[in-house]
């Protein structure tokens, strides 16, 4: 029974979970899919955009000399050449109409809404009369709209906007609806007029009034079945219940382009450029001798900006170069038509097919978090790091082949939902592991957070194996700061308010380490002792902990007036810092112990702390330090001295500011004379380098490094060191 136990419980975490976390975000993704229960619009938004990607992706199609769509524009350039302004005559488009049947079109589209409002020049005769004699010409119409079920519904009033439409012409309605980014990539076969209370009539859109005329239909509407469209015998795959997708050829200007005034310049048209010149161009002829519209679709529209005809499509660009990713109405219509005639479908695959790529990637992922579930609790990082690994594979696969189908085949596969699924399947799989080490975690944290910074604790969680005696060494920057004449301090205040004064100093210098990324490691009395690159890695250690010196002062110069206003001693503190190779870790007993570090460099740094009493300074830095922080802050060289207990020299700096600081011109005057004189005084040139620290004395007289020099200059100029002398002083207390 018990080896039966083991077993069905293995299986259940190997087999039969991972094939229930699968089956359910699979599940749960192909249900959001499909618009069940609700659609999430940030889903679908960006399950949109990753089809305007594919079209990046595969590119433009070039097909401008095999189009079966013609444009005829009106342009800018339009405007210049022909004699009327906007709102042409009508009798521009009847002259239109007739030579471009002459010119062998095969139909016409004119997407220009006729209405009243357009207050025309005339020529409604003569265009009524081009519209009966030449056929088949399809005019736009632009109804009033609403939104009900699964085709828009539309309402006819104003004889659609179109007053040619009350003559029995064909009509083809050039709303196109637009996704709810508003981008424009489907296209309907009709629309659905309410033409009575009660009475309904359908009317195709303007691309497909276009097709049934030129496949010979006559008016015939395209059949919707379940999963396609049908005109004639054409198949047109749906993308969703109503429209089918248009598969662009590419940005503004893919489709053969010519201008109106091209079209209307035959012999008997005179445009301002030949009234000017005297002479006659007649473009059009070039255009029919070319052949340019024989057995075409010639569409009419508006391509000038005012027209307020520009859409949003999933191309960027244009051929002149242009970013953007907008095109003209009557562009939208010819790749809506093209679409169809080059049978150059985007379709979806098939329900079932959507569910197995979904569910093949989450099952695959749900088995991946499996593979280390035996491993130490030490190393359980993997049995996350591992799932996430192949979820971003099954992620960038899944992606990848969307975009190749695409190019290739046409087909549109879902990717954002897929993603969705993958990541619940990550989630519902790691989460139990989640779940069990949570517990192990809290225990750390209720442990440690009593004594180490947060970073500490938040480092022992991630990672248990520092819960252990012994340590590592590293190269790490450590920080003594201590309170001077604290003692004569204490001495001023009860205990009760020498202790919240000392705690409202510490809890503010504790807030600066804090703010720098440092490690708090521990409060001696009044000293305060931190570091910086452990356990957390700090590249630029030494210089948080130069900017956390600098702050500290900052900061208790506001104390110091906050405790002056109220009637409280002021204090002052003197702070060490020195870089270099120490040991950081967890030193103590088995049942206590500090995260800390210890070693020589540690101790130098306590030294420099003390060794600010001889020079009357406020912050020190060893060489080591310095020498990584010395392009970002404002210093100067002090001494060449041995600390107690070392035998070799180290070269002292204080560190006076940031050099981004605002620095007082008389500071960097009075810190460039003293340098100076340090360099005289090393080479022995006392009398030279006494003028230049006496120079800074005269711009601060209380600046007691150069009155020490100044000094020492002096004392060698009487009895001068030995030849040997390397400029070293011996500190003898610490």
Same mark, same amino acid.
């Given at each position: 029974?018990? *080896?039966?136990?083991?077993?069905?419980?293995?299986?259940?975490?190997?087999?039969?979970?991972?094939?229930?976390?699968?089956?359910?975000?699979?599940?749960?993704?192909?249900?959001?899919?499909?618009?069940?229960?609700?659609?999430?619009?940030?889903?679908?938004?960006?399950?949109?955009?990753?089809?305007?990607?594919?079209?990046?992706?595969?590119?433009?199609?070039?097909?401008?000399?095999?189009?079966?769509?013609?444009?005829?524009?009106?342009? %800018?350039?339009?405007?210049?050449?022909?004699?009327?302004?906007?709102?042409?005559?009508?009798?521009?488009?009847?002259?239109?109409?007739?030579?471009?049947?002459?010119?062998?079109?095969?139909?016409?589209?004119?997407?220009?809404?006729? %209405?009243?409002?357009?207050?025309?020049?005339?020529?409604?005769?003569?265009?009524?009369?081009?519209?009966?004699?030449?056929?088949?010409?399809?005019?736009?119409?632009?109804?009033?709209?609403?939104?009900?079920?699964?085709?828009?519904?539309?309402?006819?009033?104003?004889?659609?906007?179109?007053?040619?439409?009350?003559?029995?012409?064909?009509?083809?309605?050039?709303?196109?609806?637009?996704?709810?980014?508003?981008?424009?990539?489907?296209?309907?076969?009709?629309?659905?007029?309410?033409?009575?209370?009660?009475?309904?009539?359908?009317?195709?859109?303007?691309?497909?009034?276009?097709?049934?005329?030129?496949?010979?239909?006559?008016?015939?509407?395209?059949?919707?079945?379940?999963?396609?469209?049908?005109?004639?015998?054409?198949?047109?795959?749906?993308?969703?219940?109503?429209?089918?997708?248009? *598969?662009?050829?590419?940005?503004?200007? =893919?489709?053969?382009?010519?201008?109106?005034?091209?079209?209307?310049?035959?012999?008997?048209?005179?445009?301002?450029?030949?009234?000017?010149?005297?002479?006659?161009?007649?473009?059009?002829?070039?255009?029919?001798?070319?052949?340019?519209?024989?057995?075409?679709?010639?569409?009419?529209?508006?391509?000038?900006?005012? =027209?307020?005809?520009?859409?949003?499509?999933?191309?960027?660009? *244009?051929? =002149?170069? /242009?970013?953007?990713?907008?095109?003209?109405?009557?562009?939208?219509?010819?790749?809506?038509?093209?679409?169809?005639?080059?049978?150059?479908?985007?379709?979806?695959?098939?329900?079932?097919?959507?569910?197995?790529?979904?569910?093949g990637g989450a099952l695959l992922i749900a088995f991946s978090s499996t593979l280390f579930k035996s491993v130490k609790r030490s190393r359980l990082f993997l049995v996350i790091l591992v799932p996430l690994l192949v979820t971003g594979v099954v992620i960038f696969l899944s992606y990848e082949a969307a975009l190749v189908l695409f190019a290739k085949d046409g087909l549109v596969l879902d990717v954002i939902y897929p993603i969705f699924g993958f990541s619940l399947s990550y989630v519902s799989s790691v989460v139990n592991e989640y779940v069990s080490e949570r517990k192990q975690k809290a225990a750390i944290k209720m442990i440690f957070s009593r004594y180490v910074d947060p970073s500490v604790v938040?480092?022992?969680?991630?990672?248990?194996?520092?819960?252990?005696?012994?340590?590592?060494?590293?190269?790490?920057?450590?920080?003594?700061?201590?309170?001077?004449?604290?003692?004569?301090?204490?001495?001023?205040?009860?205990?009760?308010?020498?202790?919240?004064?000392?705690?409202?100093?510490?809890?503010?210098?504790? /807030?600066?380490?804090?703010?720098?990324?440092?490690?708090?490691?521990?409060?001696?009395?009044?000293?305060?002792?931190?570091?910086?690159?452990?356990?957390?890695?700090?590249?630029?250690?030494?210089?948080?902990?130069?900017?956390?010196?600098?702050?500290?002062?900052?900061?208790?110069?506001?104390?110091?007036?906050?405790?002056?206003?109220?009637?409280?001693?002021?204090?002052?503190?003197?702070?060490?810092?020195?870089?270099?190779?120490?040991?950081?870790?967890?030193?103590?007993?088995?049942?206590?112990?500090?995260?800390?570090?210890?070693?020589? *460099?540690?101790?130098?740094?306590?030294?420099?702390?003390?060794?600010?009493?001889?020079?009357?300074?406020?912050?020190?830095?060893?060489?080591?330090?310095?020498?990584?922080?010395?392009?970002?802050?404002?210093?100067?060289?002090?001494?060449?001295?041995?600390?107690?207990?070392?035998?070799?020299?180290?070269?002292?700096?204080?560190?006076?500011?940031?050099?981004?600081?605002?620095?007082?011109?008389?500071?960097?005057?009075?810190?460039?004379?003293?340098?100076?004189?340090?360099?005289?005084?090393?080479?022995?040139?006392?009398?030279?380098?006494?003028?230049?620290?006496?120079?800074?004395?005269?711009?601060?007289?209380?600046?007691?490094?150069?009155?020490?020099?100044?000094?020492?200059?002096?004392?060698? /100029?009487?009895?001068?060191?030995?030849?040997?002398?390397?400029?070293?002083?011996?500190?003898?207390?610490?």
């Amino acid at each position: 029974m018990l *080896n039966l136990n083991g077993r069905l419980s293995w299986t259940t975490s190997r087999i039969i979970l991972p094939i229930m976390f699968a089956l359910a975000s699979s599940g749960i993704a192909f249900l959001l899919s499909n618009g069940i229960p609700f659609d999430i619009p940030f889903l679908k938004t960006a399950q949109l955009k990753t089809i305007d990607q594919r079209f990046e992706y595969r590119g433009p199609i070039d097909f401008r000399k095999s189009s079966d769509v013609v444009i005829v524009g009106i342009t %800018d350039q339009t405007f210049e050449v022909l004699p009327h302004s906007y709102p042409f005559p009508r009798s521009y488009y009847a002259r239109m109409i007739k030579n471009l049947f002459a010119a062998g079109a095969k139909v016409v589209g004119i997407d220009i809404t006729m %209405d009243d409002s357009l207050r025309s020049e005339g020529g409604d005769s003569s265009f009524s009369a081009a519209l009966r004699k030449y056929k088949p010409v399809v005019l736009a119409v632009r109804p009033n709209i609403d939104f009900a079920g699964r085709y828009t519904i539309l309402r006819s009033s104003d004889f659609y906007h179109n007053i040619f439409a009350k003559d029995d012409n064909l009509l083809g309605v050039v709303l196109v609806r637009n996704d709810i980014d508003g981008v424009y990539r489907r296209y309907l076969p009709y629309n659905i007029f309410q033409v009575g209370q009660n009475s309904y009539q359908e009317v195709p859109t303007f691309g497909f009034a276009i097709l049934s005329q030129y496949l010979g239909l006559g008016n015939r509407l395209a059949v919707d079945h379940n999963s396609y469209f049908q005109l004639g015998n054409i198949r047109i795959p749906k993308y969703d219940d109503s429209s089918m997708l248009i *598969n662009y050829p590419g940005a503004m200007g =893919s489709f053969p382009t010519y201008d109106l005034w091209q079209v209307l310049d035959d012999s008997s048209f005179t445009t301002r450029d030949e009234k000017r010149f005297g002479m006659q161009i007649n473009d059009y002829y070039n255009l029919k001798s070319a052949g340019v519209f024989k057995n075409k679709i010639v569409l009419v529209g508006a391509l000038y900006p005012e =027209s307020a005809d520009l859409k949003p499509i999933p191309f960027s660009g *244009n051929r =002149s170069g /242009e970013s953007g990713n907008l095109a003209y109405g009557v562009e939208i219509h010819a790749s809506a038509i093209e679409t169809v005639l080059d049978h150059d479908f985007l379709a979806r695959p098939s329900p079932l097919a959507d569910f197995l790529e979904m569910f093949g990637g989450a099952l695959l992922i749900a088995f991946s978090s499996t593979l280390f579930k035996s491993v130490k609790r030490s190393r359980l990082f993997l049995v996350i790091l591992v799932p996430l690994l192949v979820t971003g594979v099954v992620i960038f696969l899944s992606y990848e082949a969307a975009l190749v189908l695409f190019a290739k085949d046409g087909l549109v596969l879902d990717v954002i939902y897929p993603i969705f699924g993958f990541s619940l399947s990550y989630v519902s799989s790691v989460v139990n592991e989640y779940v069990s080490e949570r517990k192990q975690k809290a225990a750390i944290k209720m442990i440690f957070s009593r004594y180490v910074d947060p970073s500490v604790v938040d480092r022992l969680v991630e990672d248990p194996r520092l819960v252990r005696l012994g340590g590592e060494r590293k190269n790490l920057t450590v920080l003594f700061s201590d309170i001077a004449n604290f003692t004569g301090v204490s001495e001023t205040l009860t205990p009760d308010d020498l202790v919240a004064h000392l705690n409202e100093y510490l809890t503010s210098m504790t /807030e600066v380490v804090f703010d720098h990324a440092g490690t708090l490691d521990k409060y001696i009395g009044d000293a305060v002792i931190a570091f910086w690159g452990a356990p957390l890695e700090l590249r630029d250690h030494a210089y948080r902990a130069c900017r956390t010196a600098i702050e500290m002062t900052r900061r208790l110069k506001e104390l110091n007036e906050k405790w002056a206003a109220e009637g409280r001693p002021i204090l002052s503190f003197r702070i060490g810092i020195n870089s270099g190779e120490m040991i950081v870790g967890n030193v103590g007993g088995k049942e206590r112990f500090d995260y800390t570090v210890i070693g020589d *460099n540690v101790n130098l740094a306590s030294r420099l702390e003390g060794a600010n009493k001889m020079y009357r300074t406020q912050i020190l830095l060893s060489e080591n330090t310095y020498e990584q922080v010395k392009e970002k802050i404002f210093s100067r060289e002090l001494d060449l001295i041995i600390v107690k207990g070392r035998t070799r020299p180290v070269k002292i700096f204080e560190l006076l500011a940031e050099v981004n600081d605002s620095i007082p011109e008389e500071k960097k005057k009075l810190v460039e004379l003293y340098c100076t004189g340090l360099s005289k005084y090393r080479a022995r040139q006392w009398g030279i380098a006494a003028g230049f620290f006496e120079k800074a004395l005269a711009i601060d007289p209380n600046d007691y490094p150069s009155e020490m020099y100044l000094e020492r200059c002096r004392l060698c /100029e009487v009895e001068p060191p030995p030849a040997d002398w390397d400029g070293v002083f011996v500190m003898e207390t610490k």
